[in-house]
Nanobody
């Protein structure tokens, strides 16, 4: 099992930037990928971005492509989400996730991001 702790959420004006961090502990050597999802109350959790842990390949949702950047620091077992040009529709609880082959996805507790217009 992998434990995940997110940080870096907050309130920002439209057009501003935030950087989220997610520190992993536990079975980190088994992780195949890490990613970010987000959820608005009353809606399903949606994919934002993912990065393969060993190679570093990245993939983004169309809604954030060109504005968000996912990266990782393998030495710190940490994944980051740099969010630029934020829009009010980016307001959500952002969750970090880690994939371990043969196991269910591991989730963090979430961090609130609020973008004011």
């Amino acid at each position: 099992q992998v434990q995940l702790v997110e940080s870096g959420g907050g309130l920002v004006q439209a057009g501003g930037s935030l950087r989220l961090s997610c520190a992993a502990s536990g079975r980190t050597s088994s992780m195949s990928n890490m990613g970010w999802f987000r959820q608005v109350p009353g809606k399903e959790r949606e994919f934002v971005a993912t990065i393969s842990w060993n190679i570093g390949n990245t993939y983004y949702a169309e809604s954030v492509k060109g504005r968000f950047t996912i990266s990782r620091d393998k030495a710190k077992n940490t994944v980051y989400l740099q969010m630029n040009s934020l829009k009010p529709e980016d307001t959500a609880i952002y969750y970090c996730a880690a994939g371990v082959p043969g196991s269910t996805k591991n989730w963090g507790q979430g961090t609130q991001v609020t973008v004011s217009s």
